[in-house]
């Protein structure tokens, strides 16, 4: 190994430590203060956002003890509408995944429709097809 090769080696090894421990403090503290984070108290916060497409969707934000329901597009920023509390969860169907039931129930429902899927496909032949006319050319 001649002595040029050792040297930038050195300043390899001397260098990139430093250029890792300025980019964790820069993203640490220059980034985060030039955004607005802030690790103390936190006055806003998204109680809930429902995506209504790619690039928009609705917000509901707490702010001051009141709270906001906020529609975004692309390219603007609306105010929907103000609430004084909470509003009431919405229920009924598509509103989520709807109940929780017991896993037990949800297991034995899987079951027993895995297994009429299987009777019924022992009954209708080998091609699954229930087509007697393909059972007949499959035997042949």
């Not at 640490?28 to 806003?44: D, N, V």
């Not at 906001?68 to 692309?74: K, M, N, P, S």
């Not at 896993?103 to 496909?121: A, H, N, P």
Request: overall charge positive.
């Amino acid at each position: 190994m001649d002595s040029e090769t050792l040297w930038l080696f050195i300043k390899l090894i001397t260098l990139l430590p430093l250029v890792l421990v300025l980019a964790y403090f820069t993203i640490k503290y220059g980034l985060a203060r030039s955004r607005g984070f802030t690790a103390g108290a936190r006055h806003m916060r998204i109680v809930e956002h429902l995506p209504l497409g790619s690039k928009g969707g609705l917000t509901l934000v707490e702010l001051g003890g009141r709270y906001y329901l906020v529609a975004f597009q692309e390219n603007s920023i609306s105010l929907l509408k103000e609430f004084d509390s909470l509003p009431e969860p919405v229920s009924g169907p598509g509103a989520g995944p709807g109940p929780v039931t017991d896993f037990r129930e949800i297991l034995s429902q899987q079951i027993k429709l895995s297994q009429q899927y299987l009777s019924g496909l022992r009954r209708q032949g080998r091609s699954g097809s229930g087509c007697p006319e393909r059972d007949q050319e499959e035997k042949k």
